[in-house]
Nanobody
């Protein structure tokens, strides 16, 4: 049974940092690209970042480049999203998801989703 569990969210002040984790089970992590998405209240879900199955390719939303870094540790079955210089507009529920066909920004292409972890950026 494929399962993804996000963690690491919380309340942080503007300019702060968080590292999100996506722990995977039920499949071989290095068979899948892993994407991070987020959804703020009243807004559509948007793609944040994606890392290929090998970790050799990474993708970011243009607005997030330079602040967010995605990485993976296949031995630990975990993908990370390091978020720096956080802004109030980064407040959202963050999800990770699997795509066995490779990275894409289209959420309907992803096969399995976690329940999400809440990130709130506020002073």
């Amino acid at each position: 049974q494929v399962q993804l569990v996000e963690s690491g969210g919380g309340l942080v002040q503007p300019g702060g940092s968080l590292r999100l984790s996506c722990a995977a089970s039920g499949f071989t992590l290095d068979d899948a690209a892993i994407g991070w998405f987020r959804q703020a209240p009243g807004k559509e879900r948007e793609a944040v970042s994606c890392i290929s199955s090998s970790g050799g390719s990474t993708y970011y939303a243009d607005s997030l480049k330079g602040r967010f870094t995605i990485s993976r540790d296949n031995a630990k079955n975990t993908v990370y999203l390091q978020m720096n210089s956080l802004k109030p507009e980064d407040t959202a529920l963050y999800y990770c998801a699997t795509d066995f066909q490779g990275c894409t920004s289209w959420d309907y292409e992803y096969d399995y989703w976690g329940q999400g972890t809440q990130v709130t950026v506020s002073s």
